[in-house]
């Protein structure tokens, strides 16, 4: 099991830069597939960026260029480097941890989430 908890949110003006920490506790957190995600009012819950325990990683497409997702496993932190933020990008930031079962079935682990508001 794995506890989640994020932070570096904030107030930012459009064109800013941000970046967020989720720092994992539990063990093996170099066995999970790591995410980034995120939900505006009204609207459901969207992968912004992803990174696999080897290091791969993938993107939104409306992210590509801006944000840059990372993971330290030496510190059990995964990171997200947002910058050119625009008021489209507000919304709260959740990391997640997924731990793949098997080839069908995964577990997934959720933080409380962080709020990004980008607003002049």
């Known amino acids: 099991q794995v506890q989640l908890v994020e932070s570096g949110g904030g107030l930012v003006q459009p064109g800013g830069s941000l970046k967020l920490s989720c720092a994992a506790s539990?063990?093996?957190?170099?066995?999970?597939?790591m995410g980034w995600y995120r939900q505006a009012p009204g609207k459901q819950r969207d992968l912004v960026a992803r990174?696999?325990?080897?290091?791969?990683?993938n993107y939104a497409d409306s992210v590509k260029g801006r944000f840059t997702i990372s993971r330290d496993n030496a510190k059990n932190t995964l990171y997200l480097q947002m910058t050119s933020l625009k008021p489209e990008d507000t919304a709260v930031y959740y990391c997640?941890?997924?731990?793949?079962?098997?080839?069908?079935?995964?577990?997934?682990?959720w933080g409380q989430g962080t709020q990004v508001t980008v607003s002049s």
């Open positions: 997640n941890a997924r731990l793949q079962l098997t080839l069908l079935s995964a577990r997934d682990y």
């Open positions: 990174i696999t325990s080897a290091g791969t990683t």
């Open positions: 539990g063990s093996s957190f170099n066995r999970y597939a």
